[in-house]
């Protein structure tokens, strides 16, 4: 499933040496109880801008300030971490106009933040689909539907339509939907969902990401890095970092620390092993390592204490930014 998340249960099923409809109730016992669910997410070229936020909370008010920013449909993703700063969270937008008017319009939104750093993105190294390495080389080449999906970038690419918003939104709550239950949902036929969809996929537009429950998965340890890479081999870094399996978000962003990286580790104690192979990249320094206490917010999937996915916010990068969905109401 993370090699291919709307692979079929007729193509898993033989690949796994089970029957398509074993498979099927497993992947409905785990999606019923939040240990894995499958998203839309914006492909490669879709147009998008970006920036993490560091947020030092109030004393007492951390938890507040994740669960708020968690509600912002461009927030999508929010960590709790350790170090000078509590709370980690990616935006995303359209135009660098809307950017801006969020990371203005947040701190003025939530009550409880003392400090906000923020590092405008430029360019996404790491890929939307996770290596797990649970799958030797043939079984995913019978589960994977063509070629594997580009890595997101930032400032660049194709605007949505507001067809193709609309499909990526019914999509959120299910990325495994059927054509004939979106079509219902969108008021269109069904033939016209997957023509639709497929085009999207094939331009980049659109992909799909499988997630899951880290704990029970066996990576319960997460770690934010930020890294310093000279002018000359940034790019080369962030090629080499993001292809990690260890990788889960390589983002290159201005500032002196230009390198942000999320990792997922089977336990803490092999955090030693990676710094060592990325201080023996050319030029690369490590500035900062903050362990991810706890996520809230994976892609738009809300998550309890345990990681399991407990709600949707969906992730509506194209909304304008209004008091409304910036939690202000006013």
């Not at 709307?6 to 089970?18: D, I, K, M, W, Y």
């Not at 492909?43 to 008010?61: M, T």
């Not at 920013?69 to 000078?84: A, K, N, Q, R, W």
């Not at 309890?304 to 930014?321: E, F, I, K, N, S």
């Given at each position: ?35 894995a669910w499958v998203s839309s997410v914006p ?61 203005f319009g947040i701190p003025a939104a939530i ?220």
């Open positions: 499933m993370h090699v291919n998340p709307r692979v079929s249960f007729e193509t898993l099923g033989p690949a796994l040496g089970l029957s398509p409809a074993t498979v099927s109730r497993r992947w409905q016992r785990l999606s019923a109880s939040g240990l492909g490669p070229q879709a147009a998008l801008v970006g920036a993490v936020l560091e947020i030092a909370a109030v004393p007492g008010r951390t938890d507040t300030v994740a669960r708020a920013l968690s509600g912002i449909p461009h927030v999508v993703s929010v960590y709790l971490t350790s170090g000078d700063h509590d709370v980690a969270a990616l935006v995303l937008a359209t135009d660098m106009r809307e950017l801006t008017t969020l990371l009550d409880g933040l003392a400090k906000v750093r923020t590092h405008i993105g430029i360019v996404w190294y790491s890929d939307v689909h996770w290596r797990l390495g649970a799958l030797s080389a043939g079984e995913e080449r019978t589960v994977r539907d063509g070629e594997p999906p580009g890595k997101p970038a930032l400032n660049r690419g194709q605007a949505y339509t507001e067809s193709d918003r609309a499909l990526f939104l019914a999509l959120q709550p299910d990325g495994r939907a059927r054509y004939r239950d979106l079509g219902e949902r969108l008021g269109v036929p069904e033939h016209v969902v997957r023509r639709r969809m497929a085009a999207l996929v094939r331009r980049g537009m659109l992909a799909f990401r499988t997630d899951f429950a880290r704990w029970e998965g066996g990576w319960p340890a997460q770690v934010i890095l930020w890294l310093s890479a000279s002018g000359d081999g940034l790019h080369e870094a962030g090629r080499e970092i993001g292809g990690w399996r260890e990788a889960r978000i390589c983002l290159s962003v201005v500032g002196m620390a230009n390198l942000f990286v999320v990792v997922q580790l089977h336990r803490l104690a092999e955090l030693g092993e990676l710094l060592a192979r990325i201080r023996s990249l050319p030029e690369v320094t490590v500035v900062d390592q903050r362990v991810v206490l706890r996520p809230v917010k994976s892609w738009g999937r809300l998550l309890d204490g345990d990681g399991h996915a407990a709600g949707l916010v969906p992730a509506d990068l194209w909304t304008p930014v209004t008091p409304e969905n910036l939690g202000t109401g006013g």
